[in-house]
């Protein structure tokens, strides 16, 4: 009995060929899974821990952003500093640093210990942004921390500064809006006599309280300008001029807010002074304090652009 034979035709050849790669391909199936389940394990792990050690200072400072004015701009920097962070994503070059990840989470541990004890609030929160860099540099090195420093940096300006801190900070900014006050009303022909931080008017006394320091919308004004620098300008030098800037803009607009208090008050009524009306004249004010910041931004990224291009024609001469 003759068997017979015949060349392997082009389909079967490929069948042939492609059958040993099939059987390849679903071996690997299984390293992903089982990677992954090595992963989510350790994961929950640091989350749970993490949650367990920094519940207190995370709670209160949410309850912070809540309730107390001068800490409600961190309602808008934290999810702001999520989202950049997600936006930037993960660098090419990242690389997880462990011992050094480890050292930064031992001291953040540490640190968060030692203010519980304390009972100092501001110490235990900046240990857990601290815990939180470390973690960052453990599990993808420096670089990622660079590559992330606009949120890593809106976090800490989303933490409320101590009581011993604004204390000493209001009471001169009281002192300098009353001055400024004072001194526009004068310069407005309003008979104005001024005793520290309280403008006294004919039948009226304006007292320019620890709330009406400014502080409030300083330390909310920085925060827009470190974040409107790093979105709009390129260079260190014109990011650190905006942020010096926002420091006389938020002074001199509170005095301004000062004046036009007295002013309605004297002119017009003097339940002008207090209630919404004041509240609403102080939000108009830093919208246009914002407005202010907004445009030195755009001059410096013009002078920028002004500056690149005489050095580019240079470089091309």
């Excluded at 089982?34 to 400072?61: D, E, M």
């Excluded at 809106?154 to 809006?177: G, R, V, Y």
């Excluded at 470190?226 to 926002?246: D, E, K, S």
């Excluded at 004249?281 to 920028?304: N, P, R, T």
Aim: glycine share 8%; hydrophobic share 55%.
């Amino acid at each position: 009995m003759e068997v017979e034979t015949s060349a392997p035709t082009p389909a079967s050849a490929a069948y042939v060929a492609a059958a040993p790669a099939a059987r390849v391909q679903r071996t690997p199936l299984a390293g992903p899974r089982a990677v992954s389940a090595n992963v989510v394990g350790p994961l929950l792990l640091t989350a749970g821990l993490f949650a367990i050690l920094f519940a207190k200072p995370f709670t209160t400072l949410v309850h912070d952003w809540w309730t107390s004015p001068e800490a409600g701009h961190g309602l808008l920097l934290a999810p702001v500093a999520i989202w950049l962070a997600w936006r930037s994503g993960i660098a090419p070059d990242a690389r997880p640093n462990r011992v050094v990840g480890i050292t930064v989470l031992v001291v953040a541990v540490l640190v968060r210990c030692a203010a519980g004890l304390a009972a100092e609030l501001f110490t235990m929160r900046g240990s857990m942004v601290l815990a939180l860099i470390g973690l960052t540099v453990y599990q993808f090195g420096v670089r990622q921390v660079i590559r992330w420093w606009l949120p890593f940096a809106l976090i800490c300006l989303s933490i409320p500064l101590p009581e011993l801190i604004t204390q000493a900070l209001a009471l001169p900014l009281q002192f300098k809006a009353s001055q400024m006050g004072a001194a526009l009303l004068q310069m407005r022909s309003v008979p104005v006599r001024l005793a520290g931080n309280v403008i006294q008017l004919p039948g009226r006394e304006l007292f320019v309280t620890e709330a009406c320091s400014g502080l409030r919308s300083l330390t909310a004004l920085v925060s827009m300008a470190v974040l409107m620098g790093a979105l709009l300008l390129r260079t260190p030098v014109a990011r650190i001029a905006l942020l010096l800037l926002a420091i006389p803009v938020a002074v001199v607009i509170n005095g301004v807010r000062v004046f036009l208090t007295g002013f309605l008050v004297y002119y017009v009524s003097p339940e002008l002074g207090e209630g919404f009306m004041h509240k609403t004249e102080g939000w108009l004010l830093f919208l246009v304090s914002l407005a202010v910041l907004g445009v030195m931004a755009w001059a410096g990224g013009f002078l920028e652009r002004i500056v690149r291009t005489r050095r580019a024609e240079v470089h091309h001469a």
